[in-house]
T-cell receptor, first 114, second 114 residues
Framework: AQKVTQAQTEISVVEKEDVTLDCVYE???????LFWYKQPPSGELVFLIR??????QNEISGRYSWNFQKSTSSFNFTITASQVVDSAVYFC???????????FGTGTRLQVFP | DVKVTQSSRYLVKRTGEKVFLECVQD?????MFWYRQDPGLGLRLIYF???????EKGDIPEGYSVSREKKERFSLILESASTNQTSMYLC?????????????FGQGTRLTVV
C-alpha cells in the first residue's frame, strides 16, 4: 500500500523566516516518484517539483529547496526567506511505477505574515 | 499551456438529485482523475481512468460513478447526492504516471448538497 504523511497541519511564520514542510511516504515499490504541489487561495493545484526514487540529489530552485532521503522515506521542502505570496496549502504526493494512482498527503497550510 | 477545465466553479444541489461534474483536458493525456478535498483529509482519490472507457476505483468510490467516453472528457456522477458529499472536487489529467509525469489540475468545483 502507498501512503503519504504530512504531519504538520498548519504552520505560521513571519516574512523572511525559513520554513520546512515535512513529508514521509510509504511504498513497497522500488521505482516511484514524489511530487510537491502548491494550492494557493484560488484553488488550483500547481506543480512544484518531481523526484524519482533513484535520484537522491537535493534540488534548489530559487528560494525553494527539497531534501530527499530514502533512508528515512522523507521528501522535505524548505522555503528560504519566506514571503507572503508563499501562503498556500502544500501537498506532497507519490506515484509508483507500476500504478497510475497518484496519492496525496493531507497537506500543510502555510501562513506567512508580514 | 495544458488546460484542465471543470464545467462549474460552484454548484448547489438538493439531496437525492443526480449530479454530473464534467472535466475536459486539451493535452491528449491518457490519465484522468477525480479527487475530493476536505479539510484535514487532503485530496482523496475517488476514481481514475487510464484510457477511454477504462476506469479504476480509488480510495473512496462509494456513492460515485464515472464515465469516460472520449479521451478528453471525464465525468463524475453522484447517483443520488447526499449532504456528506458536500466538498471540493478536483479533476486532474496526466500522461502515464509511469514516466514520472506530473498531473495537471482544474480549478475545482465546490459542491454543496442541501
Amino acid at each position: 500500500a502507498q501512503k503519504v504523511t504530512q504531519a504538520q497541519t498548519e504552520i505560521s511564520v513571519v516574512e523572511k523566516e525559513d520554513v520546512t514542510l515535512d513529508c514521509v511516504y510509504e511504498t513497497r515499490d522500488t521505482t516511484y516518484y514524489l511530487f510537491w504541489y502548491k494550492q494557493p487561495p484560488s484553488g488550483e493545484l500547481v506543480f512544484l517539483i518531481r523526484r524519482n526514487s533513484f535520484d537522491e540529489q537535493n534540488e534548489i530552485s530559487g528560494r525553494y529547496s527539497w531534501n530527499f532521503q530514502k533512508s528515512t522515506s522523507s521528501f522535505n521542502f524548505t522555503i528560504t526567506a519566506s514571503q507572503v505570496v508563499d501562503s498556500a496549502v502544500y501537498f506532497c504526493a507519490l506515484s509508483a511505477y507500476n500504478t497510475d494512482k497518484l496519492i496525496f498527503g493531507t497537506g500543510t497550510r502555510l501562513q506567512v505574515f508580514p | 499551456d495544458v488546460k484542465v477545465t471543470q464545467s462549474s466553479r460552484y454548484l448547489v444541489k438538493r439531496t437525492g438529485e443526480k449530479v454530473f461534474l464534467e472535466c475536459v483536458q486539451d493535452m491528449d493525456h491518457e490519465n484522468m482523475f477525480w479527487y475530493r478535498q476536505d479539510p484535514g483529509l487532503g485530496l482523496r482519490l475517488i476514481y481514475f481512468s487510464y484510457d477511454v472507457k477504462m476506469k479504476e476505483k480509488g480510495d473512496i468510490p462509494e456513492g460515485y460513478s464515472v464515465s469516460r467516453e472520449k479521451k478528453e472528457r471525464f465525468s463524475l456522477i453522484l447517483e443520488s447526492a447526499s449532504t456528506n458529499q458536500t466538498s471540493m472536487y478536483l479533476c486532474a489529467s496526466s500522461p502515464t504516471l509511469a514516466t514520472g509525469a506530473e498531473a495537471f489540475f482544474g480549478q475545482g468545483t465546490r459542491l454543496t448538497v442541501v
